[in-house]
């Protein structure tokens, strides 16, 4: 069986400038998989190749095993897009809107409301989608995107603008998409989404990918030091510089840090000592694989 995206050498210029360049990766079944990168990297237009609403400028894509590109309509009920900009019919409530898409495809009706189910939508099925909040806005177009029961479905910055809570919200969602065997393809500028939701990665940048696999593998890759806490009553700055394996030692009103490539013994010390009280252990994050790969702070 082939991989449910494949995408080889994909290119897209604007007035000479290279927006996806050479992009090569593939997505398999049933994975959830995540464009990382900050505005402007190329994710929505490598996204959009992808759906069969831009044109390649050069390269391959196989969606399903077909070529998205010109439209391809054998494949619109296979996939479910959600937009960057959601679009929504004009005074249409929550429910219509949904009917209106599931018509579309010949759905059966009853999905409406098992998508409004799904995306926590049921007490707002009579309400018009322009008097939704931010977020309840972007579940109902996730509901759209899914209502034909799509075996893959892309998401434009689907948590974009929302609160901390909402995103939250709309993240356990994401994962139990997933969860019923649904592709899943995610852009994001934000790292600890990325982090959290997607089995692999590819992390790009002015239209290349830097780097591409599970999150945790890509921050093991770095070798980046670990920062230990501790409350600073359990121990002081200059005890902590005589534990074995410390890099460097920093201190503020309540907190001792350490920071080493060597956590085992640093932590086997502690405990002996009895020191570990508020501990906390931070390890690297994508942002500081992003940080190795360019040479620059992530700003999305
Ligand atoms: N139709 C277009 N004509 C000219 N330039 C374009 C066009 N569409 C996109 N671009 C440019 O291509 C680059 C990549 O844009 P793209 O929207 O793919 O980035 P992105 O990673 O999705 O960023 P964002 O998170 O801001 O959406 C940007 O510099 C953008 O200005």
Redesign the pocket.
């Given at each position: 069986m082939p991989d449910t995206i494949e995408v080889e050498n994909l290119v897209k210029t604007?007035?000479g400038t290279a927006?996806?360049d050479d992009v090569t990766f593939s997505v398999r079944d049933g994975e959830f998989f995540g464009l990382l990168?900050?505005?402007?990297?190329?994710?929505?237009?490598?996204l959009e190749m992808i759906e069969g609403l831009r044109k390649p400028d050069g390269g391959t894509v196989r969606l399903l095993g077909e070529a998205p590109w010109p439209r391809n309509p054998a494949l619109l009920p296979r996939m479910g897009v959600q937009l960057?900009a959601t679009a929504f019919f004009d005074r249409l409530t929550a429910r219509e809107q949904l009917h209106t898409f599931s018509s579309l495809y010949d759905a059966p009706s009853a999905r409406v409301d098992e998508m409004l189910d799904l995306v926590g939508l049921t007490d707002k099925a009579d309400t018009q989608a322009e008097k939704l909040s931010g977020g309840q806005a972007q579940r109902l177009s996730i509901a759209c995107a899914l209502v034909h029961d799509p075996e893959v479905v892309f998401l434009?910055?689907p948590t974009a603008a929302l609160d901390p809570q909402a995103r939250r919200n709309l993240w356990d969602l994401l994962r139990e998409i997933n969860q019923r065997g649904k592709t899943v393809v995610l852009?994001t500028?934000y790292m600890d989404e990325a982090e959290l939701l997607c089995d692999r990665v590819a992390v790009?940048d002015h239209?290349r990918i830097l780097r591409i696999g599970p999150p945790a593998e890509l921050v093991r890759g770095l070798d980046a030091p670990v920062r230990i806490s501790v409350e600073r009553s359990a121990l002081d700055a200059s005890a902590a510089r005589t534990l074995p394996g410390v890099d460097d030692v920093t201190e503020d009103a309540s907190s001792t840090v350490v920071t080493t490539r060597q956590p085992s013994p640093v932590l086997a010390a502690l405990a002996e000592r009895d020191a570990l009280a508020g501990l906390q252990v931070r390890g690297a994050t994508l942002e500081d694989v992003f940080l190795e790969l360019t040479g620059r702070e992530y700003r999305a």
């Amino acid at each position: 069986m082939p991989d449910t995206i494949e995408v080889e050498n994909l290119v897209k210029t604007y007035a000479g400038t290279a927006v996806v360049d050479d992009v090569t990766f593939s997505v398999r079944d049933g994975e959830f998989f995540g464009l990382l990168g900050p505005n402007g990297a190329g994710k929505t237009t490598t996204l959009e190749m992808i759906e069969g609403l831009r044109k390649p400028d050069g390269g391959t894509v196989r969606l399903l095993g077909e070529a998205p590109w010109p439209r391809n309509p054998a494949l619109l009920p296979r996939m479910g897009v959600q937009l960057q900009a959601t679009a929504f019919f004009d005074r249409l409530t929550a429910r219509e809107q949904l009917h209106t898409f599931s018509s579309l495809y010949d759905a059966p009706s009853a999905r409406v409301d098992e998508m409004l189910d799904l995306v926590g939508l049921t007490d707002k099925a009579d309400t018009q989608a322009e008097k939704l909040s931010g977020g309840q806005a972007q579940r109902l177009s996730i509901a759209c995107a899914l209502v034909h029961d799509p075996e893959v479905v892309f998401l434009d910055e689907p948590t974009a603008a929302l609160d901390p809570q909402a995103r939250r919200n709309l993240w356990d969602l994401l994962r139990e998409i997933n969860q019923r065997g649904k592709t899943v393809v995610l852009t994001t500028h934000y790292m600890d989404e990325a982090e959290l939701l997607c089995d692999r990665v590819a992390v790009i940048d002015h239209g290349r990918i830097l780097r591409i696999g599970p999150p945790a593998e890509l921050v093991r890759g770095l070798d980046a030091p670990v920062r230990i806490s501790v409350e600073r009553s359990a121990l002081d700055a200059s005890a902590a510089r005589t534990l074995p394996g410390v890099d460097d030692v920093t201190e503020d009103a309540s907190s001792t840090v350490v920071t080493t490539r060597q956590p085992s013994p640093v932590l086997a010390a502690l405990a002996e000592r009895d020191a570990l009280a508020g501990l906390q252990v931070r390890g690297a994050t994508l942002e500081d694989v992003f940080l190795e790969l360019t040479g620059r702070e992530y700003r999305a």
